[in-house]
């Protein structure tokens, strides 16, 4: 190395020069304004929380110990007599207060030991169980670990029950920032053990059980008081996840969870050795099973119950803008008093009559309903349907109904079959629903036509199973078949369009735009011209599809929503891009979803009711726990035909009950006048009756959930069910006739023209609505008529005639088309009219309408173009 004067003096120069000390002072500036940024970003970060905080606790709740106790109570549900019908508890909130002098110590213990350890000691927010969970997730990841207290919970609980809405990140910090706050303000206002009893009284333990004193007794069948240091365990175990350490459904879960609840108890305090080793050796999982099959045996809510929780609900929401969560709430734990529309006496005949097996046909079937869970053992869950059963069935079996079978037996061998190939291996979980119903099934509803309420309902044959099962009469699209010729066809015409009942229509050849051919029910014969009463009584479906082109399908259709029915589409739902109801189908029945058989009921009990619809109800009043009125049920009302127009089509449809050609003639009563439908779709696969005495309305649906069609010769017993339970339903009361108001006369006319009869002319007496009767007289100068039948109904059908009367075939309610009809004799003999068309006339086969769409719905029956859902 160089140590020389001149080379020292250089180096000298080169550290004390101006660039370098220059280039020093720039790089402690620089760091200097970091730290100042830094600190600022601190400051202004902080300022900045602290506003946010002060914003969100500005916008805190104010809370008093009132407002952190919980406050539900059974609801009841009464008929109109005062009879109790149902209880609103098993369901939903079965909550019954306890104080904490009536709860166990080993109760309160077990729950703090699981869920907040340090419960006794901090003011309502545990930093140390904070810390804790902020390092388990960052060192694991696993961000589930719990840091909230028994008082914390206690408050999203009771203070923020609509937390389970939350959808932003946002929503969430500023519930949990309120939370705390509000955990801590409580805890200076309540004492600890307030706040623990507050805490079991709100708690959600599994099966819509709220609180402990309604899990002890669903659990074990015992008061709160009663339960062992075990039964308290297995409690307190079910509270960080209700589902999955459900007791019943997943005892091994909750047997570990509840190893966990003794574990801790042990190692705070809260238990001696001894009794740690006594509860674990008690074998209470098998306990709760026997409880739980005591409680099995107990009947779930009935049909009407089910329709009534959901309009209740329904109802909270649209007329007092409750939450879907407030009036759930409200009704299963608001200690509601609900007076229901249900006549005890008509329910039980419904029941009865419904579940008799001599008003169903001789064979019976039995439909698969099917859900299933497999659990891992690696927690990966697969869930399995119905429609994922059926597809397998198809495939393996090749069985077009694969779920229908001959035996119960035979279907809890197809579900085990199709279990087989899960792969289901051994520390695997399978959760499942079965449900085996007999085949074919049925609904009915009753209603009072002039206050529209619903009297009675069953919406299955069977054993019902569960509580909200399938409603058949609320939950279903159903195809109506030929109820809708006088709904979509007949009622408007007579309505809007000046046709009358003696309006004649030609029945005869007609087709669809698309070429589709339209034929009657019995097959490829014509009856020629005809009135519109024959029309109705006969089931004619030409006639029906004539008048509804006449009037034109949109008018249809707009009558048809005004009788209340809020399943059709006009081609602009999302859900059936391309399809639509306003078609000349629909006089038939070929609708693209079907409809729901209470509105079937509404929309003929307007009929019944002078025209006036009224949207049936299922409760008059709601009473809060307090006695207030919380909702007065009135029901929605307008006028959707005319009166005369709704007299003149009762009259017509008596003739349908007992005209000599009438398709519903088993459904009599032997003391009371009926009017209605019958209604059957294309190969058998809905069967309907829709009609009405002076007192109430009735329908009834017939048909497999899978939709096969019915045996041929099993297509009218609905008649004989309906006539069942009409008849003891008017048992003991007074014969009385349907009224013909004032706006309604009578005329004599000729049966084949419509006109005045004249001195010579075969001739009736018939009701016209008063300035739509015929003025002028018939010539009686009658011609004879012919019409075209299919050669092979020539040995069962006569079908050259004189006169006006129209005697057609008679039939028990079979009524299909396409060709494929039948009738109880397998005959049809008739004369027909030879005039001219008096009311409308036949515009040729131009569909002023859209076309048939061909749609099938899953839950009714198919429409098939021409063949669609008629008689």
């Known amino acids: 190395m160089n140590y020389g004067k001149s080379n020292a003096s250089k180096r000298q120069k080169s550290i004390s020069s101006k660039e370098n000390m220059k280039k020093k002072r720039v790089g402690v500036r620089l760091f200097k304004a970091l730290v100042i940024c830094v600190l600022l970003m601190i400051v202004l970060g902080c300022a900045g929380g602290v506003l946010f905080v002060q914003k969100i606790l500005a916008d805190t709740p104010a809370v008093s110990p009132a407002d952190v106790r919980p406050s539900g109570y059974t609801t ?8 109790e019908l149902e209880r609103f508890v098993s369901s939903g909130s079965n909550r019954i207060y306890k104080n904490i002098d009536q709860i166990p110590a080993d109760l309160a213990h077990a729950f703090v030991a699981i869920e907040d350890e340090r419960f006794y000691e901090h003011n309502g927010i545990d930093l140390q169980g904070i810390l804790r969970a902020g390092v388990v997730a960052i060192t694991s ?43 801590v303000e409580i805890e200076k206002q309540m004492s600890k053990d307030e706040i623990i009893e507050a805490y079991m009284n709100t708690i959600n333990l599994g099966q819509n059980c709220l609180g402990v004193q309604s899990a002890a007794q669903r659990y074990f069948g015992k008061d709160v ?15 960080q996840n209700p589902s999955r350490y459900n007791p019943v459904t997943n005892p091994e879960e909750n047997s570990k969870r509840r190893d966990k609840v003794l574990k801790n108890m042990l190692e705070q305090g809260y238990i001696t050795q001894a009794q740690f080793d006594e509860a674990k050796a008690d074998d209470v999982y098998a306990r709760i099973q026997s409880a739980n099959a005591e409680l099995a045996a107990e009947s779930p809510y009935s049909y009407f119950v089910d329709a009534l929780s959901t309009e209740v609900i329904q109802d909270l ?12 709430n409200a009704l299963y734990s608001g200690g509601l008093n609900i007076t229901a529309t249900q006549d005890v006496n008509i329910q039980q005949i419904a029941d009865e009559e419904m579940n008799n097996d001599e008003n169903y046909p001789d064979y019976v ?28 069935l198809r495939e393996t079996r090749g069985d077009s109904y694969p779920l229908v079978f001959d035996s119960p037996e035979s279907a809890q061998q197809a579900v085990d079959e199709y279990k087989g190939t899960w792969g289901i291996a051994e520390g695997d979980t399978v959760d499942e629903k079965v449900s085996i119903s007999p085949q074919p099934q049925a609904s009915v509803v009753i209603m009072d036509q002039a206050t529209g309420q619903i009297k009675a309902m069953v919406g299955g044959r069977g054993a019902k199973d569960s509580s909200l099962s399938l409603n058949r009469a609320t939950d279903s699209y159903r195809q109506p078949g030929s109820c809708f010729k006088v709904l979509s066809a007949y009622a408007p015409a007579i309505d809007s369009a000046g046709y009358t009942l003696a309006t004649t229509i030609e029945d005869s050849p007609f087709a669809y735009d698309d070429g589709t051919e339209v034929r009657n029910w019995w097959g490829e014969s014509y009856k020629g011209t005809v009135t519109v009463r024959q029309a109705i009584e006969q089931s004619m479906n030409v006639c029906a599809v004539k008048t509804l082109q006449a009037i034109t399908p949109q008018v249809g259709y707009n009558y048809l929503l005004n009788f209340g029915f809020t399943s059709l589409v006009d081609g602009t739902d999302p859900d059936y891009p391309g399809f639509s109801d306003i078609q000349l189908p629909t006089a038939l029945g070929g609708i693209t979803k079907g409809v729901y058989n209470i509105e079937m009921t509404a929309a ?104 096969k069609p019915l045996d041929s010769g099993g297509t009218s017993w609905h008649l004989s069910l309906w006539k069942s339970i009409m008849d003891r339903v008017h048992g003991g009361m007074d014969y009385t006739d349907f009224t013909i108001p004032p706006s309604i006369e009578e005329k004599t006319i000729c049966t084949e023209t419509g006109l005045l009869a004249g001195s010579y002319c075969p ?22 008529s012919s019409y075209d039948y299919d050669d092979d109904d020539s040995d069962n059908y006569n079908g050259s005639s004189s006169g006006g009367s129209s005697s057609g075939s008679s039939n028990s309610g079979s009524e299909t088309t396409g060709g494929n009809q039948t009738n109880d004799n397998g005959t049809n003999s008739g004369t027909d009219s030879g005039s001219t068309d008096s009311g409308s006339t036949d515009s040729g086969n131009t569909d002023s309408g859209s076309t048939d769409s061909g749609s099938t719905d899953s839950g009714g029956g198919e429409d098939s173009g021409g063949g669609e859902a008629t008689e």
Request: charge should be negative.
């Open 76 to 83: 009841f549900v009464y008929a109109a007599d005062g009879t």
């Open 141 to 183: 990841g696993n961000l589930s670990e719990g840091a909230s207290t028994l008082t914390q919970q206690l408050i999203k609980n009771n203070v923020f029950p609509n937390f389970v809405e939350e959808k932003t990140v946002y929503d969430k910090v500023e519930r949990k920032i309120q939370e705390q706050f509000l955990a």
């Open 225 to 239: 008081s009663e339960l062992t240091l075990s039964e308290c365990t297995v409690i307190a175990g079910i509270t």
């Open 317 to 328: 929401q649209d007329k007092l803008g409750y939450t879907y969560t407030q009036a759930y």
């Open 365 to 392: 079937e039995y439909g698969l309903d099917y859900r299933g869970t497999l659990i891992k053992a690696d927690g990966t869950v697969t869930n399995y349907s119905s429609q994922m059963l059926e597809s397998y």
């Open 604 to 707: 003929y009990a307007s009929l019944a009711n002078g025209g006036v619809y009224t949207k049936p109800i299922l409760y008059t009043k709601i009473l809060d726990h307090d006695g207030n009125v919380l909702l007065d049920n009135t029901p929605e009302t307008h006028q959707v035909v005319k009166e005369s127009t709704a007299a003149l089509l009762t009259q017509a449809m008596k003739d349908v009950v007992t005209g000599s050609n009438g398709t519903g003639h088993k459904a009599q009563l032997d003391n009371m006048p009926v009017s209605g439908k019958t209604g059957t779709t294309s190969d058998n696969v809905d069967i309907w009756f829709s009609a009405y005495t002076p007192y109430y309305t009735c329908s009834i649906w017939g048909g497999y959930d899978s939709n």
């Open 763 to 784: 001739s009736i007496t018939e009701y016209f609505a008063t300035g739509t009767t015929p003025t002028e007289t018939c010539s009686g100068r009658h011609g004879y």
